[in-house]
């Protein structure tokens, strides 16, 4: 009987090549969003609520131009006009020279009466159409009330030309036309265009603080210079020139302090020479006379 013998023996052979892994590639999108300091759910809830943002912003759009919004702000304001919220009141403040009932009446010109709808602005710009007006605030106190507050110009001289009167403010801004007998008692500007001159004409006055309480008016001569007049009847022949007319009127001031020029029976004063001044007395006295050099 023949005994096989069973060998262990090593088969060579080329050995198994292992399986390579499979690299992930990274895209720069997911770099950028690890690179954030913020979580990928965060960002992907951001870009969600983006969304919805741009889809009601078109739907606003949409709504706007074709007057959708028009409508809901319509029904919205009656519905709270029938609710009680309808102007049934008017507070006004600051009145003191306009008529008051003409303020109540162009408040309440609305043809809306509901508080949503009324014209603040609209409101506003038809009050400031009167003179008198400088500034005008409304506002809207819940449930039935808009509140006027006004502040009115002051009077500050009365502007004479081609026989037509208007009472003028300190700027110059004409507030209405009044009649001779109405003529308060106010500096006259005189001359056309003068309104336009009353700042100037003011900042030339405050040179002399003493005297310039007792110029009662002033007339605009040629659209290029002034002459005042004093409530002792004498007239003030100014130079051309806002520095020049300031620097007369102040040496004019200097003079008066010295010799008590005003109230002596002169009846015009002359500084457009700026060597020399000259004075005109009545017709009965000397024609002319020559005064110290200045």
């Given amino acids: ?3 096989a013998k069973r060998t262990n023996r090593k088969v060579k052979g080329k050995p198994r090549k292992a399986a390579k892994r499979k690299v992930k590639q990274v895209s720069i999108f997911d770099k950028m969003l690890r ?4 979580t990928e759910a965060q960002v992907q809830k951001g870009l969600t609520w983006g969304l919805v943002g741009v889809f009601i912003l078109g739907a606003y759009t949409v709504a706007h131009y074709s007057g959708i919004n028009e ?3 319509t029904e919205v304001a009656a519905a709270v006009g029938n609710a009680g919220f309808e ?4 507070e006004v403040s600051g009145v003191n020279r306009i008529d008051e009932l003409k303020v109540y009446e162009i408040t309440l010109a609305q043809k809306d009466r509901s508080m949503m709808l009324v014209d603040i602005d609209q409101v506003r710009e038809d009050l400031m159409a009167n003179g008198w007006i400088r500034e005008a605030r409304i506002s809207r106190r819940l449930p039935d009330t808009l509140v006027v507050e006004i502040i009115e110009r002051e009077p500050a001289a009365v502007w004479q030309r081609n026989g037509k009167l208007s009472l003028i403010d300190k700027t110059g801004f004409p507030l209405e036309d009044i009649q001779k007998e109405e003529v308060p008692d106010l500096p006259v500007i ?4 003068a309104n336009e001159r009353v700042p100037e ?3 030339l006055l405050s040179v002399a603080p003493a005297l310039s309480p007792m110029v009662t008016g002033a007339t605009w001569i040629g659209n290029r210079r002034w002459n005042l007049e004093f409530e002792s009847g004498e007239t ?3 130079p051309e020139g806002e520095k020049t007319a300031a620097a007369a009127f102040l040496n004019f001031a200097r003079m008066d302090g010295v010799n008590r020029l005003l109230g002596r029976g002169v009846v015009h004063f002359d500084l457009r020479d700026a060597e020399r001044a000259y004075l005109r007395m009545p017709k009965k006295a000397d024609a002319e006379t020559d005064a110290p050099e200045t």
């Fill in 1 to 3: 009987m023949t005994t």
């Fill in 35 to 38: 690179a954030m300091p913020v």
């Fill in 71 to 73: 409508m809901i702000k």
């Fill in 87 to 90: 102007v049934k009141r008017v």
């Fill in 190 to 193: 005189v001359g056309k265009k």
């Fill in 201 to 203: 004409l003011t900042k």
């Fill in 236 to 238: 003030l022949a100014l």
